[in-house]
């Protein structure tokens, strides 16, 4: 699959989400705090499964590959009404589906919480239907709760996030019902890890892992 216009307009408009300056307020806000700090469950051989959409796929998997107690990552379609979609099909914006991944975890060692404050710390969670120049549906922010924990989490989280004023702009994060989930092709599957000599892993994907392994330094697996 070819990227070029993407991978070029994400380069120009990387940068600005990704600043220092923009992620300040919400790295030191309460409820940032909040979600890092919160204890895991004493569950013990169990898996859990959370379902974001963040932008593009190759980006979030690469994130959330990092954490200590995410056992797998998938990346795929969901939130639509066409069954079994094709990326071709979802780039068009006519499925109503986002990119997503499916993030199967280890509630004892990392918990929902914190999940979510990977989540809203991998994109700009502020810019409805986009992130940087990938425009459409198909990149929009959002949640997918597997249960009402998880919904009334994200709610709780969301909310307190925009009365803190974490972000300039107000978020924009949808929460929504999980319903299905449709994997994508199997070239899209562990994209960063496999192909990361590619341009778009080396200038777009490379300084997120990064950034984003700089604020979750104590939890990454590499720690274990």
């Given amino acids: 699959m070819m990227k070029a216009i993407k991978f070029i307009s994400s380069l120009l408009l990387f940068a600005p989400w990704a600043s220092n300056a923009q992620h300040t307020n919400f790295e030191k806000s309460r409820a940032f705090q909040q979600m890092t700090t919160t204890n895991s469950t ?27 107690g995410v056992k797998k990552v998938e990346s795929g379609f969901s939130g639509g009404y066409v069954e079994y979609p094709t990326y071709k099909q979802v780039c068009s914006s006519h499925t109503g589906h986002a990119e997503v991944c499916n993030i199967f975890y280890d509630p004892s060692v990392i918990s929902f919480d914190e999940l979510l404050a990977a989540f809203w710390t991998c994109h700009d969670p502020t810019t409805l239907n986009r992130q940087g120049n990938d425009v459409g549906t198909q990149y929009r922010s959002v949640i997918f709760y597997h ?27 949808e929460i929504t019902a999980f319903t299905k989930f449709y994997k994508a092709e199997d070239y899209h599957q562990n994209y960063y890890n496999e192909n990361g000599d590619q341009p778009y892993c080396h200038f777009v994907i490379g300084p997120k892992v990064e950034k984003f392994k700089r604020v979750f330094k104590d939890k990454l697996k590499t720690n274990e």
């Fill in 147 to 173: 249960n009402e924990e998880q919904k009334q989490k994200a709610e709780t989280y969301k909310k307190q996030l925009n009365d803190e004023k974490a972000w300039d702009k107000p978020v924009v994060t």
């Fill in 42 to 68: 004493e569950a013990i051989h169990t898996s859990e499964v959370a379902t974001f959409g963040a932008g593009c796929y190759w980006c979030i998997e690469a994130q959330f590959q990092q954490l200590k």
